[in-house]
């Protein structure tokens, strides 16, 4: 697996998590009748599990963390899964301002990647898993929970990988059923949440089984770009609309220069014609299309 694609994975699950390829740090949640209870962060570190305390431990001891010393009074409560906590509006604040905080961001990294992804990775191969996409479902069912007892729920339907002749791919497709009717007989708020079986099923009929790029999962496009890999890509106006991180920074580029056209997030006629609008002052074809030159006069 190359870095491109674990970066891929883990933005899927940030997509799930999030709304965003790139996640966010500074996410805090608190669902009714989730046993998470009090969630946070790039992937969603939950009360109710104990990560919460854990992450929130090392960034405590971290060197240069800014708001040690706002979280460590809460630290005894987090341990203790104190429930209160979901409607402690101080404590949300804190954390929110913790997310734009560097050292926060590098120990979510580090704190999801020891706790959730790579052990992951380890199940997956353990299976017998190597396909992209297979580890970016484990990894999606670690994150999201009860990942051992669907593998096991999907072994007693069709067999393991690779025993009697049941390959990856169709065993990856039990699995994700049988995740998915789970996910959708289980009490709220986990069927609101079926749609990430959803997205695994369609890339699986498309045939996207290393997760090239761009790649489209809950309504956000991914680009090589968001992750870091690659120059910003070519966006203009398309049926559906292209979303993601990549628009987010482009109407961002674009209200800096004085031309506002909002942070949905989605490339519509609203964009379009902002970018035009661009284009007319700076002397350019109006054609609406994002390309480099676009990209180098936004800088």
Known sequence: ???????TIKAIVNVFETGRA??????????AGDSGHLTYGRSQSALGSGSLFQLLSQYSVAPGAKFAAQIQPYLPRLEARDITLD?????????????????M???QDRFFDA???????????????TSVLAQAVVYDSCVHGNWRAMRDAANQKCGAPGSNGVTEQQ???????????????????????????????????????????????????IFAADLGDAAPPSLR?????ITGDSVRKLQASLARAGFDCGQDASFGPKTEAAVKAFQAAKGMPQ???????VWSALG
């Open 1 to 7: 697996m190359t870095p491109l694609q674990q970066k």
């Open 22 to 31: 790139a996640g966010d740090y500074s996410a805090v949640t608190a669902i």
């Open 87 to 103: 409607k402690d509006a101080t404590l949300r604040n804190i954390l929110r301002e913790a997310g734009s905080d560097p050292v």
């Open 105 to 107: 961001q590098e120990e």
């Open 115 to 129: 706790n959730y992804f790579n052990p992951a990775c380890t199940s997956a191969s353990a299976c017998g898993l």
């Open 171 to 221: 065993w990856l497709t039990v699995y994700v059923q049988t995740r998915k009717q789970w996910l959708l007989s289980s009490r709220p708020p986990l069927p609101a949440s079926a749609y990430r079986m959803d997205s695994f099923l369609s890339l699986m009929t498309d045939g996207n089984w290393n997760l090239d790029l761009p790649l489209q999962v809950h309504g956000v496009t």
């Open 237 to 241: 106006l398309s049926n559906p609309p």
């Open 287 to 293: 054609d609406g299309i994002v390309g480099p030159e």
